[in-house]
């Protein structure tokens, strides 16, 4: 293809010649490596190039490049194996990609938006990497997400190595893989950076974190990021990791920190931090421009350390290549990409009509009859409470399937095993997950730090390799640090990778006030805005046993779910139930009749099911027959049965616990008005709670919330209308 210089010598002695940032002494691999190297970092530059020249032809939508990082990412990928090891690399790793066997008809076919693009088909912008076959892991736009699904990847190999049954199970782990994350210089301003570098040097996990410090996040320099400018600097503390820092734009240099990283990982040591300072010297997309903020003496300084112009020069002066063959590959280069670039621009997008393709899973439909067995359900033993029968739908989930593991705040029995015998144990602040740690031991129930983004990013890489984590944030009010992963990662992740990838994670999670103390901080119950977000599943049981059937059937589901376990119902007397068998299930969608009625239906979910059931006792005193009817499943809900109750009454009330604008009753109400005005006797009605937060005082906290009068009264006044 081209030609080589004569030389017999397998590896060379180099000393580099001083230039304007000189090289030190070191040895250099086989010459074709070095050359293939070369052709690779090329090969990426040329595809910016490219992509830079399509999207101001306005034939692609949007451009943003790893120039200057190519040296340090061809490395990492030569010392990586693609479908071996695993990547969540960020969007300047054109190169890795490329190293790692992605190719330039892909890498365009993603900036086309073309369906056959591999990394997302047509649903993410380009530079947003993903391969099934390669193991890279579907990457996102916002910055840091990856670093904790990362950890969570690797955790899932360390779980597979202490779970014997687990071997039976899943076979894609490797006695001596290693996962691979990467960030810029700007990320690691992010927390979900420290939580990550936390838990993996806690648990010594094979992790190769790359730092690409370019100097800049957009226009941010490094030292207003970090403190003192020096993020390792910061980070050399951290037991088990193995840090280390190289220039890298140089290809040799980065070649051997890397392979000692990786060395590092494979012999399960801990894990390691490369820190690579490299340089951006294009903006930082086709959207910024940095001739805003850097002046024009700074850019030429980084031009002087182009790593793809140096190591080319580098070749010819050692001798290990002349300039005509440096051409001819720069040439062969230079066609491949306008021939990848030929075939990608009248690539067919995706069709419209697939635009729902891959929101839920395609091949499981938990509300479908296979997850029906509520109406043959045995129930035997002394009755329960909600707290009870959830657990016990964990310990028999477990004991089915060694996938299922277990984490979150104080979820474990006791941590420190040895006095395991001598305690009664934790077992989650409510005791919901009490005995778990004992029955299935420490490798699958077990305690997570203070931090809600570390839970459910941890879980996501692992759910990626197969698991099934069930894992709790302690309180509904403390969600809100891990939005970022439910929001952007949990529940895009099939949609977003084109069925590429899943992560079919429980979220179980205590809700809802009615405490008497609970206040602003613990009685939150904001589930619209969770079940505004396509993807995921959100189920709320009012009773033990609807507990006991929808916890089983969104473990054994394909989806993502938030299980919502309202805090006050969790040991009411009047919900109990005697305990079901292991296979009884209720499927998402279907709503149940909690009581019959001619007059004016109530649709709810949650603690409202009792109040409004009490309400309609005392109208039926008044002569006022109401049917009422539990949704239990939010996202599906049961649209049939909403439509049968209304068709039926005429008169309609929608109540729940959340306040009152902007709620969960309010599309309800919307649907109810588009789809069945004509049904309808009256206005729909709603009964929620007041928008403002929940007060410590029970009086004011009573006033707030709603209550079985205010059902009442609204039954009233709507009778009379």
């Avoid at 990082?69 to 061809?74: C, M, P, S």
């Avoid at 529940?491 to 008497?516: C, D, H, T």
């Avoid at 068998?581 to 009749?593: D, H, L, S, T």
């Avoid at 439509?643 to 902007?662: F, G, N």
């Amino acid at each position: 293809m081209f030609s080589f210089m004569n030389t017999d010598t397998k590896v060379l002695k180099l000393v580099r010649k001083s230039e304007s940032t000189p090289m030190t002494t070191t040895e250099l691999p086989d010459h074709k490596l070095l050359i293939e190297m070369y052709r690779t970092m090329y090969l990426s530059r040329r595809l910016d190039d490219k992509e830079i020249q399509l999207k101001g032809q306005n034939r692609i939508f949007f451009q943003i490049s790893g120039a200057g990082h190519e040296a340090i990412l061809v490395a990492a990928g030569m010392a990586l194996k693609p479908g071996y090891d695993w990547f969540y690399p960020y969007y300047r790793d054109r190169a890795l990609c490329l190293q790692l066997g992605m190719t330039p008809l892909e890498q365009l076919l993603s900036a086309v938006g073309a369906e056959a693009d591999p990394n997302s088909h047509g649903r993410q912008m380009p530079s947003h990497w993903g391969h099934k076959k390669l193991n890279i892991v579907s990457q996102s736009s916002p910055t840091g997400t990856q670093l904790l699904q990362a950890v969570g990847c690797a955790e899932a190999s360390y779980r597979f190595e202490l779970i014997p049954e687990l071997q039976k199970r899943i076979s894609n782990f490797r006695d001596d893989e290693v996962t691979y994350v990467s960030l810029g210089d700007g990320t690691s301003s992010e927390g979900e950076f420290w939580e990550a570098l936390n838990t993996a040097s806690n648990l010594k996990l094979p992790v190769l974190f790359l730092l690409e410090d370019n100097g800049y996040a957009i226009s941010v320099p490094v030292e207003v990021q970090t403190a003192g400018g020096d993020v390792s600097r910061l980070v050399e503390n951290f037991p088990s990791l193995y840090l280390q820092r190289c220039d890298g734009t140089d290809p040799i240099e980065s070649l051997e920190t890397m392979r000692r990283a990786v060395d590092y990982c494979r012999q399960r040591k801990g894990p390691a931090f490369i820190h690579a300072k490299v340089i951006r010297p294009y903006s930082h997309s086709l959207s910024d421009d940095e001739k805003l903020y850097r002046p024009d003496e700074e850019r030429a300084t980084d031009a002087e350390r182009d790593p793809v112009k140096r190591f080319g020069a580098l070749l010819i002066d050692e001798g290990l290549i002349d300039q005509d063959g440096l051409q001819q590959i720069k040439n062969e280069v230079d066609r491949e990409v306008n021939e990848a670039a030929d075939i990608a621009l009248p690539s067919a997008q995706p069709a419209r009509e697939t635009a729902m393709k891959y929101v839920f899973s395609p091949d499981v439909d938990p509300a479908s009859k296979e997850f029906d067995t509520e109406d043959s359900v045995q129930l035997s033993g002394n009755p329960g409470t909600m707290v009870d029968l959830i657990n016990r739908c964990l310990e028999t989930e477990m004991a089915r399937d060694p996938r299922i593991v277990v984490f979150g705040e104080d979820v474990a029995d006791c941590s420190r095993e040895q006095y395991l015998e001598n305690v009664k144990g934790k077992g989650g602040v409510f005791k919901v997950t009490a005995n778990l740690q004992r029955k299935h031991g420490s490798a699958r129930v077990f305690n997570s730090p203070l931090a809600e983004a570390n839970i459910v990013g941890r879980a996501i890489g692992m759910a990626t390799r197969g698991l099934k984590p069930v894992v709790e944030i302690q309180f509904f009010d403390y969600i809100w640090p891990a939005m970022h992963q439910i929001r952007n990662e949990l529940a895009l992740m099939r949609w977003r990778s084109g069925n590429e990838f899943k992560a079919p994670v429980v979220i179980r999670v205590p809700i809802g006030g009615y405490l008497k103390g609970g206040a602003v901080y613990h009685s939150q119950s904001g589930v619209s805005t969770f079940t505004q977000i396509p993807g995921l599943r959100v189920i709320y049981p009012s009773n033990a046993l609807d507990a006991n059937g929808l916890l089983r059937t969104a473990i054994r589901c394909d989806d993502p779910v938030l299980f919502c376990e309202h805090k006050h119902l969790y040991r009411q007397a009047y919900n109990k139930s005697a305990y079901p068998n292991n296979e009884f299930m209720i499927p998402f969608g279907k709503a149940k009749k909690v009581r019959e009625g001619t007059d004016i239906s109530i649709i709810t979910y949650g603690a409202l099911v009792q109040r409004s059931l009490v309400a309609a006792k005392q109208m039926e005193q008044e002569g006022i027959s109401v049917e009422l009817i539990d949704l239990r499943s939010l996202v599906p809900f049961d649209w049939d049965a909403i439509a049968q109750t209304v068709k039926k009454t005429s008169r309609v009330i929608v109540a729940h616990e959340d306040s009152l604008s902007w709620g969960y009753a309010a599309e309800i109400a919307a649907r109810i008005t588009d789809e069945l005005f004509e049904y309808l006797d009256a206005p729909v009605k709603r009964v929620c709670a007041l928008d403002t937060f929940v007060a410590y005082a029970p009086q004011l906290e009573d006033a707030i919330l709603p209550q079985a009068s205010d059902v009442a009264k609204a039954i009233a006044e709507l009778r009379r209308y």
